[in-house]
């Protein structure tokens, strides 16, 4: 059974950091391009952060470069998005995403983490 949960998510002042993190389980981690997404309300999910499988590549989106990371623990089995400068535009729904694309596309989501940024 494929899972993904997230964790670390919460209600951070503006400035201040978060660290999220997906555990991952029911599948082969390590083969798998990890991802961040956030949705906040009234607006399409996007992509935040992403990193290859071997961890060897990462990419942002311009709106968090320089202030977010992404990172992973392949003999973990998990994926982190450390957040630092948290600004009240970060504020959304965060979603972890698994995907590989060989023959087969496999395309897996966490439930989500609520982050808020907010004096």
């Known amino acids: 059974q494929v899972q993904l949960v997230e964790s670390g998510g919460g209600l951070v002042q503006p400035g201040g950091s978060l660290r999220l993190s997906c555990a991952a389980s029911g599948f082969t981690f390590s083969t798998y391009r990890m991802s961040w997404y956030r949705q906040a309300p009234g607006k399409e999910r996007e992509l935040v952060a992403a990193i290859t499988s071997a961890g060897g590549s990462t990419n942002y989106a311009d709106s968090v470069k320089g202030r977010f990371t992404i990172s992973r623990d392949n003999a973990k089995n998990t994926v982190y998005l450390q957040m630092n400068s948290l600004k009240p535009e970060d504020t959304a729904v965060y979603y972890c995403?698994?995907?590989?694309?060989?023959?087969?596309?496999?395309?897996?989501w966490g439930q989500g983490t609520q982050v808020t940024v907010s004096s």
């Open positions: 995403n698994a995907d590989r694309r060989w023959s087969v596309v496999y395309n897996y």
